[in-house]
């Protein structure tokens, strides 16, 4: 099984400013089958990114994400006020598929 | 837009088994990958397995001895039993949709997700 490692746990930002949150694999995945969602307080996660750099519908371009291998990160170039959440990737190379534990990005 | 909604009881005794109906509206069941995912309170997401539409199906080895998954095209319904239960498989459970982008194996769109505690 894949495990995920993501860092940092918990990142304390203001609007405006930039966040970039990594996620680490156990094993290199074979291609970039890494997946990233959001997830705010009492809601589902939400699609943000799939295979590592391609946003999902719907999805502001604020958000991307790249990476390969075992290293991959997710980008928010600049927070708006909805963006304060948890972040969670996946990886979708290995079954079972895994998610990370999270990293929550909070108000400073 | 296609909607999941997740129903069942949310309160089971330990030993006994969970059982879970998500109801997909607005679109076909057809061609597409339908998963379980479940989140224990204040923690992270776990991946139960899915069924496709035609009915083959993947379930997590840490769970495979208790899961059975089914679906029913006709009412446009998925179903998630877990046997044995135990306080460890409290938990909000999810159904959600598979990508076809991701060949099925990344999730959009999620149902809210229903709480089942299991307590005697």
Known sequence: ?108 | QVQLQESGPGLVKPSETLSLTCTVSGGSMSNYYWNWIRQPPGKGLEWIGYIYYSGSINYNPSLRSRVTMSVDTSKNQLSLKLSSVTAADTAVYHCARGLASCGGDCYGPWGQGTLVTVSS
């Open chain 1, 1 to 108: 099984e894949i495990v995920l490692t993501q860092s940092p746990g918990t990142l304390s930002l203001s609007p405006g400013e930039r966040a970039t949150l990594s996620c680490r694999a156990s094993q290199s995945l074979s291609s970039t089958y890494i997946a990233w969602y959001q997830q705010k307080p009492g809601q589902a996660p939400r699609l943000l990114i799939y295979g590592a750099s391609s946003r999902a519908t719907g999805i502001p371009d604020r958000f991307s994400g790249s990476g390969s291998g075992t290293d991959f990160t997710l980008t928010l170039s600049r927070l708006e006020p909805e963006d304060f959440a948890v972040y969670y990737c996946q990886q979708y190379g290995s079954s079972p598929f895994t998610f990370g534990p999270g990293t929550k990005v909070d108000f400073k």
